[in-house]
């Protein structure tokens, strides 16, 4: 892993820290988790198992600390290394086709289902839900990939035009 994707990574990573720290709880303290994107986003930018590493472990640590949520901290360490390794995988298939804004924001939207899916199962085991799972999944889990989704739209060609630019990119 070079330096400058290092550093790439860590701004990104960075930056997903103040989305997670604006955004409100919605339900039973549970709040959107926008610092997904961000580690998304490292990854499609440097699809490098160690970067997958890095970003999940540094996004884990992060989502662990701001959690409000009752066995949040577990979850999140758990759940986010998973999490970016599932995305690794189906990054690097979309990118066998072609990697667009579309597919990328695809991508995003489906591994941010996947995230609240074993975010919600391990905390479950853990500290168990103050409500069904399946209206967990309704309430914060798919909204907040739609908002995830949105979000990538916008900022994902941006980065890729000033990683081009700037030869970040593996």
């Given at each position: 892993m070079n330096t400058k994707s290092l550093a790439l990574t860590s701004v990104l990573i960075a930056l997903g820290y103040v989305f997670h720290t604006v955004v409100p709880p919605l339900f039973f303290g549970m709040k959107p988790d926008l610092l997904l994107v961000m580690m998304f986003l490292a990854i499609m930018l440097s699809p490098t198992k160690q970067n997958v590493l890095i970003a999940s472990m540094a996004a884990g640590a992060i989502?662990?600390?701001?959690?409000?949520?009752?066995?949040?901290?577990?979850?999140?360490?758990?759940?986010?290394p998973i999490?970016?390794?599932?995305?690794?995988?189906?990054?690097?298939?979309?990118?066998?086709?072609?990697?667009?804004?579309?597919?990328?924001?695809?991508?995003?939207?489906?591994?941010?289902?996947?995230?609240?899916?074993?975010?919600?199962?391990?905390?479950?085991?853990?500290?168990?839900?103050?409500?069904?799972?399946?209206s967990f999944i309704g309430l914060?889990?798919?909204?907040?990939?739609?908002?995830?989704g949105l979000i990538m739209f916008f900022i994902?060609?941006?980065?890729?035009?000033?990683?081009?630019q700037s030869s970040l990119t593996v």
């Open positions: 989502s662990a600390l701001t959690t409000g949520m009752a066995g949040g901290q577990i979850a999140n360490l758990v759940e986010k999490t970016a390794f599932i995305f690794l995988a189906m990054f690097l298939l979309a990118k066998k086709v072609k990697v667009n804004a579309f597919s990328a924001v695809l991508l995003t939207v489906v591994g941010t289902i996947i995230s609240g899916t074993v975010f919600l199962l391990v905390a479950m085991l853990v500290a168990g839900l103050p409500g069904s799972l399946f914060i889990v798919l909204p907040t990939s739609v908002i995830s994902y060609p941006v980065a890729q035009r000033f990683s081009k």
